[in-house]
């Protein structure tokens, strides 16, 4: 995420992001989703090339700048008798930078020898592959079904920001080709088994529990249960009727129940204790 706040690998902010369907919510950001955030970034960058009146260098510009920003710069050029092309605008120094340094990258990697560079090969075939779910699943469960450690599979699905992938609002996972058969044999056992695909649920806080109890009591950490709700690992004074994504004893058979309260879940809620330091006023003359 950069100090704009744009984030992912194409580096959308949220409005911009927005604007081409990325979701971002309490369960995803989909700015972080190799494969949507692609698929925008292509889409933006057709705009904005047609925008700036098919050329690229602008374009480029605009995507680093913003096209209303590349907008302005030119009109003022024009408003001068100036040029308008790329290299005679005035610009930030980082946009300045930005079309240069693309093309210096796509001059290395057509001819690295000739800077006397050594690229590591990388064989011309997909990585990795979009396998379709029916069911929600826990992230972890879902990596050892992989058979990835969580990192790797949090690497290629860094647009899921919760500890279970709800089918209501995503259908997929991205895996290592090579990794494919391997879920679907081990996913086949598990739930031959019998065994709940999901342990994380909604739950409300009752009367006397903490943010530190309930952790204790579902056998994760109070860290744990904290960035699982996006709260800060301090916030302890939480009330009865604040409801958290929750690990829970549940068998296979509750699936159908769980999906449902999954869907229904827009995210956490809390309802806090809040001290906030008395005031003192001294009444003026005409307040009322």
Known sequence: TSHAKAAGL??????????????????MDERRDVI?????????LEKIYELQGNDWFLALASYNWGEGAVGRAVRRNKAAGKPTDYLSLKMP????????????????????????LSLPFVENKPYFAVIDK????????????AELSLDEFQALNPHLRRPVITVSRTNRVVLPVE??????????????????????????????????????????SA??????????????RLMPGT?????????????????????????ARTVEVVTVPAKTY??????S
Not at 10 to 27: D, H, K
């Open 223 to 236: 860290e744990t249960l904290a960035k699982a709700n996006s709260l800060s690992s301090t916030t302890v």
């Open 134 to 145: 029916n069911q929600s699943i826990d992230l972890k469960l879902a990596a050892e079904l």
């Open 10 to 27: 194409w580096q959308f902010i949220p409005s911009t992001g927005r604007v081409f369907n990325l979701s971002q919510n309490w369960w």
């Open 282 to 287: 001294r009444v003026r003359k005409n307040d």
């Open 93 to 116: 120094k980082e946009t300045a930078h930005y079309v240069p340094q693309l093309i210096a990258l796509r001059n290395i990697l057509r001819d690295p020898q000739a800077y006397n």
């Open 179 to 220: 990794n494919i058969e391997a879920f679907h044999r081990n996913l086949e056992t598990h739930l031959a088994k019998k065994r709940p695909l999901v342990t994380w649920k909604p739950y409300t806080l009752k009367k006397g529990e903490t943010l530190a109890s309930l952790a204790k009591s579902t056998g994760v």
């Open 36 to 44: 949507e955030s692609t698929r925008a970034a292509l889409e933006y």
């Open 243 to 267: 409801i958290l994504l929750a690990p829970a004893s549940v068998q296979a058979h509750e699936g159908p129940a769980i999906e449902t309260a999954l869907a229904r879940f827009p995210g």
